[in-house]
């Protein structure tokens, strides 16, 4: 079975760039996150979907991220502009409902803004 | 991962056993987890507990007391491979729903 796959694995971007993070989870999740960790941080969640919707986006950065998550299945994560505190690795997670309690994570998006 | 307190650094030799401690407060606790890390990797799932008590698996067990808002992982027989970032996390519903509050992590360094 396929893991959490994450594209890219690694992005350099100037600041006030824009970026985008591609996730797909394993086949059958219906939840997927979006954490965000920085160097030598536990991951935070940015936002969580069931299926297609955003279900806690509190955390988000409203007025720089984006995230949709089309048809339930990938989810792609947006910075514009980007800023020099979003460096910081982007990981993503699936499991397969609110009744499972396994999170699958992704290899991540290692982001660096200069 | 301002609730969950666990030590930065811990070292130990191969052979050996290493306990990693965990405490946190939480006002909707659903579970807690331990993750291992290793650098530029993603967490991978070690253990679960939603109950008190010790769940033992292979060369790792972890503990919980709910009541004391403390958990312990334990590493036997410990390897150099087991040299990693090691991440406890709880499910806090009213926080956090099915998400997960991690904890900053320990490093445990394993020497010959």
């Known amino acids: 079975e396929a893991g959490v796959v994450q594209s890219p694995r690694y992005k350099i971007i100037e600041k006030k760039q824009p970026v985008a993070f591609w996730c797909n989870p394993i086949?059958?999740?219906?939840?997927l996150y979006w954490y965000r960790q920085n160097l030598g941080q536990g991951p935070e969640l940015l936002i969580r979907?069931?299926?297609?919707?955003?279900?806690?986006d509190s955390q988000l950065p409203k007025d720089r991220f984006s995230a949709e998550r089309l048809k339930g299945v990938d989810s792609t994560l947006k910075i514009q502009p980007a800023e020099l505190g979003d460096s910081a690795v982007y990981l993503c997670?699936?499991?397969?409902?609110?009744?499972?309690?396994?999170?699958?994570f992704g290899p991540g998006t290692r982001l660096t803004v200069t | 991962g301002q609730n969950i307190d666990q030590p930065t650094e811990m070292t130990a030799t191969e052979g050996a056993i290493v306990q990693i401690n965990c405490t946190y407060q939480?006002?909707?606790?659903?579970?807690l987890f331990w993750y291992q890390q290793h650098a530029g990797e993603a967490p991978t799932f070690l253990s679960y507990?939603?109950?008190?008590g010790l769940e033992e698996k292979g060369r790792f067990s972890s503990f919980l007391s709910r009541s004391k808002g403390y958990s312990y992982l334990l590493l036997k027989e410990l390897q150099m491979k087991d040299s990693a970032s090691y991440l406890c996390?709880?499910?806090?519903?009213?926080?956090?729903?099915?998400?997960?509050?991690f904890g900053k992590g320990t490093t445990l360094s394993v020497s010959s």
């Open positions: 997670a699936s499991s397969l409902g609110q009744g499972s309690y396994e999170q699958y």
């Open positions: 979907y069931e299926n297609e919707e955003a279900v806690d």
């Open positions: 086949s059958g999740h219906n939840t």
């Open positions: 507990n939603v109950l008190d």
């Open positions: 996390a709880v499910r806090d519903t009213a926080q956090a729903g099915t998400a997960l509050i």
């Open positions: 939480t006002s909707g606790f659903n579970g």
